[in-house]
């Protein structure tokens, strides 16, 4: 039911900049949080930022100062503005949303994007 498209990535050269974006659509608890998550070659999935329907942001230490979450409620989308980007920001770039209703956690994830950091 519920479906996260994210778009934007692509090549860019080191200290480079790149906005992705994520529309969610169906039915999605108002009261949420969602986040960007990237995960490496070999590497366990991260979370980059994550943004809640009430506007409070939380980022890694590795991006902060360099990434920027922001969120449009009436359109369930939220961007990530990358600037400086270094080649440790490469990894496939994942949207996601998460609610609790009834005692129950809901989670949903998007396809991914890739983002490419390369000279």
């Known amino acids: 039911q519920v479906q996260l498209v994210e778009s934007g990535g692509g090549l860019v050269q080191p200290g480079g900049s790149l906005r992705l974006s994520c529309a969610a659509s169906?039915?999605?608890?108002?009261?949420?949080?969602m986040g960007w998550y990237r995960q490496a070659p070999g590497k366990q999935r991260e979370l980059v930022a994550s943004i809640t329907s009430g506007g409070s942001t939380n980022y890694a230490d590795s991006v902060k100062g360099r990434f920027t979450i922001s969120r449009d409620n009436a359109k369930n989308t939220i961007y990530l503005q990358m600037s400086s980007l270094n080649p440790e920001d490469a990894a496939v770039y994942y949207c996601?949303?998460?609610?609790?209703?009834?005692?129950?956690?809901?989670?949903?994830w998007g396809q991914g994007t890739q983002v490419t950091v390369s000279s």
């Open positions: 996601n949303v998460y609610y609790i209703t009834l005692g129950r956690r809901r989670e949903y």
């Open positions: 169906g039915s999605i608890f108002s009261g949420n949080t």
